[in-house]
C-alpha cells in the first residue's frame, strides 16, 4: 500500500533555517572551530547542507551511528550503537552534534553521554526538528531548526522503513492503514 505525504516544509524554506543555524554557529564557533559529529543515518542530508553554508573553519566532520526505531514509526526506547568514533576525533575540541530530529530525546542522550567519555572540550546539539510532545528526558537544543507536531515526518534524509530520505522536502506521513 502506499503512504500518503502531506508537505511540512518545502526546501527554500528548509534552506532558509540551515543557513539561519549556520549563521548562528559561526557567531559562536568563530574563534574556536568546531567538529561536527552528524547521527547517523537521518542527519547525513542536513549535516551535509549545514556545513556548506558555515563560513567559518571547521576541525572535522565526524559521523555516529544509533538507531532506536526499527521498522515502525514508534521509538522502541531502546537506542542501539551502530558506530563510534575515534577518541582523538574530539578530544579538547568544540563538538557539535548534529541530528535530524529530537523525539523522546533517548538518542540524544545517549550520544551525548558517549561523546562526553572521548573528553570533548564541550558539547552543543543542533537539530533540525524538534517534536517536544513525546519527550522522555529533557534535552537542551542549543540551535533548532523548528519544533513540530508529533507527526511522523520523511524526507530530507529521514525515512520511514529506509524509504524516502531522498526527497528533497520534508513531508509527515499518513500510512493508508489508518495512522497520522
Ligand atoms: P528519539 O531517540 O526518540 O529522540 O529519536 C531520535 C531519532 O529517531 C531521530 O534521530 C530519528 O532518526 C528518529 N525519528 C524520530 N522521529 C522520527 C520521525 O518522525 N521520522 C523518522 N525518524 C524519526
Given amino acids: 500500500m502506499e503512504d500518503r505525504l502531506i508537505p511540512l516544509c518545502s ?3 528548509i534552506a532558509t533555517r540551515v543557513s539561519a543555524l549556520a549563521q548562528a554557529i559561526a ?3 568563530a574563534q574556536r572551530p568546531p567538529v ?3 547521527i547517523l543515518k537521518g542527519a547525513f542530508i542536513f549535516l551535509a547542507d549545514l556545513v556548506r553554508c558555515l563560513e567559518i573553519p571547521i576541525a572535522g ?7 532506536s526505531y526499527g521498522a515502525g514509526t514508534v521509538s522502541s526506547g531502546e537506542v542501539t550503537m551502530n558506530l563510534g568514533l575515534s577518541a582523538a ?5 568544540p563538538v557539535i552534534m548534529v541530528e535530524d530530529i529530537v523525539d523522546t530525546g533517548l538518542t540524544t542522550q545517549r550520544a551525548i ?9 564541550s558539547i552543543a546539539l543542533c537539530a533540525l526538528l524538534d517534536k517536544p510532545d513525546r519527550r522522555q ?13 508529533d507527526r511522523f515526518v520523511v524526507g530530507y534524509g529521514i525515512d520511514f522503513d529506509q524509504q524516502y530520505r531522498h526527497l528533497p522536502a520534508l513531508y509527515t506521513i499518513a500510512p493508508e492503514s489508518g495512522g497520522t
Fill in 11 to 13: 526546501e527554500p524554506e
Fill in 27 to 29: 557567531r559562536d564557533y
Fill in 36 to 38: 561536527l559529529v552528524g
Fill in 61 to 67: 566532520i565526524e559521523f555516529l551511528s544509533l538507531s
Fill in 89 to 93: 576525533a574530539v578530544a579538547g575540541k
Fill in 113 to 121: 553521554a558517549y561523546l562526553h567519555s572521548l573528553h570533548p572540550a
Fill in 137 to 149: 528526558v529533557p534535552v537542551t537544543i542549543d540551535y533548532l531548526g523548528m519544533t513540530i507536531p
